[in-house]
T-cell receptor, first 114, second 111 residues
Framework: NAGVTQTPKFRILKIGQSMTLQCAQD?????MYWYRQDPGMGLKLIYY???????DKGEVPNGYNVSRSTTEDFPLRLELAAPSQTSVYFC?????????????FGPGTRLTVL | QKEVEQDPGPLSVPEGAIVSLNCTYS??????FMWYRQYSRKGPELLMY????GNKEDGRFTAQVDKSSKYISLFIRDSQPSDSATYLC???????????FGTGTRLQVTL
């Protein structure tokens, strides 16, 4: 199993450009998440999904959009990139069950907006 | 007040030392407690997972939960340079899908 994969690893965007961060998992997890991590700020939840076709906002959703058409994939769309979106983005997945919510993380995408 | 407080460090210890990492929380609904380890430029990976108060041991790592004080700890015995990483605590109520993370404590184990 590859686990959670993310592409690209690095990206530099100009202000106003758009891009999609890709995330895929092969563990048949029902829940998927997008976080951003800024230095000294911990992980902030952007969006999450409880299954294909169902998404919901997290703490910091402004400037982002998501979709989930399949169990495996959960892309994050940035429209009109701004310097405040410079961050490291992590995708995670979990199988929510009686054992709780163990989340598995991808390797991250490091995004710089100039 | 943040729901979860964690000292950001950095914490520097010599090899072989016992390390204590801590988080406090304010939401009494948290039932599940986790510790994630994050190496530089990598994604977090789950290290320990506990439910309810008490201790859980896994090799050199011990997770401790005190719900009455709303305080959790991670102890690392015989610390190694390979333990140098950022350690994040995370909590979950059991009735919602979202984890609440601490900001992380950066640990450096020196030779």
């Amino acid at each position: 199993n590859a686990g959670v994969t993310q592409t690209p690893k690095f990206r530099i965007l100009k202000i106003g450009q758009s891009m999609t961060l890709q995330c895929a998992q092969d563990m048949n997890h029902n829940y998927m998440y997008w976080y951003r991590q800024d230095p000294g700020m911990g992980l902030k939840l952007i969006y999450y999904s409880v299954g294909a076709g169902i998404t919901d906002k997290g703490e910091v959703p402004n400037g982002y959009n998501v979709s989930r058409s399949t169990t495996e994939d959960f892309p994050l769309r940035l429209e009109l990139a701004a310097p405040s979106q410079t961050s490291v983005y992590f995708c995670a997945s979990s199988y929510l069950g009686t054992l709780g919510n163990e989340q598995f993380f991808g390797p991250g995408t490091r995004l710089t907006v100039l | 007040q943040k729901e979860v407080e964690q000292d950001p460090g950095p914490l520097s210890v010599p090899e072989g030392a016992i390390v204590s990492l801590n988080c406090t929380y304010s939401n009494s609904a948290f039932q599940y407690f986790m510790w994630y380890r994050q190496y530089s430029r990598k994604g977090p990976e789950l290290l320990m997972y506990t439910y309810s108060s008490g201790n859980k041991e896994d090799g050199r790592f011990t997770a401790q939960v005190d719900k009455s004080s709303k305080y959790i700890s991670l102890f690392i015995r015989d610390s190694q340079p390979s333990d140098s990483a950022t350690y994040l605590c995370a909590m979950y109520t059991g009735t919602a899908s979202k984890l609440t993370f601490g900001t992380g404590t950066r640990l450096q184990v020196t030779l």
